[in-house]
């Protein structure tokens, strides 16, 4: 089981990214996003989940509204659309899949891909 998450950068404040995740190995009903800025802990900031009726997304308080999970089954891949990005968004973003999605929103992953880097300049 491998993700490999791509699609960060240097951008200014107010422009957009879009993150992309690939998983290979298997398919996974719930994937997401987290993140970690330098000297803080890792944090929670989207996830989505799949059953046989329904499609479920999650966001954290402080990038609802701006970011847009989306999932590509057909290319088993996740993507992360950050919209009006402000320098508070600089961290490195970690791609996950499988795990628990509970329907409060707390996400406990199974796996981990490595990191990918975003910066926002003010």
């Known amino acids: 089981v491998q993700l490999q998450a791509s699609g960060g950068g240097l951008v200014q404040a107010g422009g957009s990214l879009r993150l992309s995740c690939a998983a290979s190995?298997?398919?996974?009903?719930?994937m997401g996003w987290f993140r970690q800025a330098p000297g803080k802990e890792r944090e929670f900031v989207s996830a989505?989940?799949?059953?046989?009726?329904?499609?479920?997304?999650y966001y954290s308080d402080s990038v609802k509204g701006r970011f847009a999970i989306s999932k590509d089954n057909t290319r088993n891949t996740v993507y992360l659309q950050m919209n009006s990005l402000n320098p508070e968004d600089t961290a490195v973003y970690y791609c996950?899949?499988?795990?628990?999605?509970?329907?409060?929103?707390?996400?406990?992953?199974?796996?981990w891909g490595r990191g990918t880097q975003v910066t926002v300049s003010s």
């Open positions: 996950a899949g499988a795990g628990t999605l509970y329907s409060s929103g707390t996400y406990d992953p199974e796996y």
């Open positions: 190995g298997r398919r996974f009903s719930n």
């Open positions: 989505i989940g799949e059953s046989s009726v329904s499609k479920s997304t």
